[in-house]
């Protein structure tokens, strides 16, 4: 089973800033196979980057993900404040299907 | 669009089975291009993939709960279905149904079940 950690826990920042997420794997992830969700207290989670790097129909190009093998990165590049929210990366290159344990971006 | 919706039971007592239903409407759950999966959420925690389906009835499992998983399909119905059978406190969680690109692109809202006596 592939472990994902994220890091940092939760990061706190305030809108307009650049916000730099991070995940890790314990091995290699076949294909760059890694997605990014955003959750908000209360909803499902939402589909942001897929394929490592691949933004999801209609989500704004101030969300880009990047990295290969085993480190991986989502970046927003100017946070808006609907932006605070829980975001977990998630591998489907391999059995079982895993995801991290998410990183919290609080409102500074 | 694409909707799923779970419906189920919101209350299920130690020892006992879960069972909870998937609605597909929008789509079709016969689309050669997708698996449909489960995935659950205890409060306050993290993401966990139980398991998935493909619409001819093959199916994949975490490890960690297959001695007590199984997902069925019903394709004239466009749904599919999750049995978590002994379950335990442990259980207790949102529990998503999502179609699967590989990655879960589209979510359920999620509906709560908790284990309890």
């Known amino acids: 089973e592939i472990v994902l950690t994220q890091s940092p826990g939760t990061l706190s920042l305030s809108p307009g800033e650049r916000a730099t997420l991070s995940c890790r794997a314990s091995?290699?992830?076949?294909?760059?196979?890694l997605a990014w969700y955003q959750q908000k207290p209360g909803q499902a989670p939402r589909l942001l980057i897929y394929?490592?790097?691949s933004r999801a129909t209609g989500i704004s190009d101030r969300f880009s993900g990047s990295g290969s093998g085993t480190d991986f990165t989502l970046t927003i590049s100017r946070l808006e404040p609907e932006d605070f929210a829980v975001y977990y990366c998630?591998?489907?290159?391999?059995?079982?299907?895993?995801f991290g344990g998410g990183t919290k971006v609080e409102i500074k | 669009q694409l909707r799923l919706q779970e419906s189920g039971q919101g209350l299920v007592k130690p020892s006992e089975t879960l069972s909870l239903t998937c609605t597909v409407s929008?789509?079709?759950?016969?689309?050669?291009?997708?698996?449909w999966g489960w995935i659950r959420q205890p409060p306050g925690k993290g993401l966990e993939w139980i398991g998935s389906?493909?619409?001819?009835?093959?199916?994949y499992y975490n490890p960690s709960l297959e001695s007590r998983v199984t997902i069925s399909v019903d394709t004239s119905r466009n749904q599919f279905s999750l049995n978590l059978s002994s379950v335990i406190a442990a259980d207790t969680a949102v529990y998503y149904c999502?179609?699967?690109?590989?990655?879960?692109?589209?979510w359920g809202q999620g509906t709560l079940v908790t284990v309890s006596s």
């Open positions: 999502a179609r699967q690109s590989g990655y879960p692109d589209c």
């Open positions: 929008g789509g079709s759950i016969s689309s050669s291009s997708y698996y």
């Open positions: 389906i493909y619409y001819s009835g093959s199916t």
């Open positions: 091995q290699s992830v076949s294909s760059s196979y």
């Open positions: 394929g490592a790097a």
């Open positions: 998630q591998q489907y290159g391999s059995s079982p299907l895993t």
